[in-house]
């Protein structure tokens, strides 16, 4: 089973994304809505995959993602944004995430398939 975290400050995309890639049992799902929580749990163990929203109270995603890179700097990471500006993308792009997901999910089979494509299932 892959493991995968998911960090964004709103409940309903957590409960959202957690119920929808549970329901066919192929992944193991960890919710975070504190980034530095997350960080803590990244530090001790291995995910998959961690998706990871770009605007959070406590710190914002890129700067998590930064700290991430320090810590493993291979892991696999799909960024979740409401705002997909160009300068967001590639600020994103240069830290080396691996996919985008935009908020309101349009499809939720188009997040699936990023997330099978980003652990190569």
Not at 17 to 36: A, G, M, V, W, Y
Not at 88 to 93: A, F, H, L, P, Y
């Amino acid at each position: 089973m892959k493991k995968i975290a998911i960090i964004d400050d709103e409940t309903s995309i957590l409960d959202i994304l957690e119920r929808f890639l549970s329901r066919k049992n192929l992944f193991d799902i960890h919710t975070f809505e504190n980034p530095l929580t997350a960080l803590d749990s990244i530090q001790k163990n291995n995910y998959d995959l961690i998706l990871c929203d770009i605007m959070m109270p406590q710190m914002n995603g890129i700067e998590l993602v930064k700290k991430i890179r320090e810590i493993k700097p291979t892991q696999k990471i799909i960024m979740i944004t409401a705002f997909s500006t160009e300068d967001k993308m590639i600020e994103c792009d240069g830290i080396g995430v691996d996919d985008y997901l935009t908020k309101p999910f349009i499809s939720m089979r188009d997040v699936e398939n990023k997330v099978l494509d980003a652990i190569n299932l």
